[in-house]
């Protein structure tokens, strides 16, 4: 079975703060992918990655394969990164979703 | 310009009405699928096409009938709609999917209500 599990399932932080989300997925995706959802509804994708690490401006997303294991971190996090973060794992020619990560930044 | 496109935004109907949800995307990608995100906001796919033919369609009522009339649009006609249908409908296309799927552009949503 397909399964992308992630947590934690909400996280209030004060602005600045560090923050990461993870991501777990079972085996046989060949890419895993990272969005972003608006308070006001819009998604956005934000990554999509296979190996390593990829980083774009404050935001930086990792991926271990051996551990079957992605991490999205938001670093110097500030209210507008307040959203709806997504994991989904990529099986084949469709995405399997995780239920999201509700983030809330407090200033 | 927007580079998916979905219309309406908003759509209330009463059960049993048939209805349609149209995506048109400017981006030249050959991929477009539909999702829809349920009340706890996950999100599934539904329909996925490629070029005009159908790629995926995920256990999908058949009430559910996606069109595709050119690779730039995929509408969502749906009939005999149901209390359990509402939801936010996603449109979304990629550039291709042949070796893996690309980094996928979203159209706004509809927010279907029926009553």
């Known amino acids: 079975k397909n399964e992308v599990e992630q947590s934690p399932q909400n996280l209030t932080a004060q602005e600045g703060e560090f923050i990461t989300i993870n991501c777990s997925y079972s085996?046989?995706?060949?890419?895993l992918h990272w969005l972003q959802q608006h308070p006001g509804g819009g998604i956005v994708s934000l990554f999509m990655?296979?190996?390593g690490k990829k980083k774009h401006g404050r935001l930086i997303a990792t991926i271990n394969i051996q551990e079957k294991h992605s991490s999205l971190h938001i670093t110097a996090s500030h209210p507008r990164d307040s959203a709806v973060y997504i994991c989904?794992?990529?099986?084949?020619?469709?995405?399997?979703f995780g239920a999201g990560t509700i983030l809330r930044v407090k200033s | 310009d927007t580079a998916v496109s979905q219309t309406p935004k908003y759509l209330v109907t009463q059960m049993g009405n048939d209805k349609s949800i149209k995506c048109e995307q400017n981006?030249?990608?050959?991929?477009m699928y539909w999702y829809k995100q349920d009340s706890k906001k996950f999100l599934k796919i539904m329909f996925s096409?490629?070029?005009?033919?159908?790629?995926i369609n995920e256990t999908v009522p058949n009430r559910f009938s996606p069109k595709s009339p050119d690779k730039a649009h995929l509408n969502l006609h749906i009939n005999s709609l149901e209390l359990g249908d509402s939801a936010v409908y996603f449109c979304?296309?990629?550039?291709?999917?042949?070796?893996?799927?690309?980094?996928?552009?979203f159209g706004a949503g509809t927010r279907l209500s029926v009553l």
């Open positions: 096409y490629n070029n005009k033919e159908l790629i």
């Open positions: 990655l296979s190996s």
């Open positions: 989904a794992g990529e099986y084949g020619n469709k995405l399997v």
């Open positions: 981006l030249g990608h050959d991929t």
């Open positions: 979304a296309s990629s550039q291709d999917w042949v070796g893996g799927i690309n980094i996928q552009y």
């Open positions: 085996v046989g995706i060949s890419a």
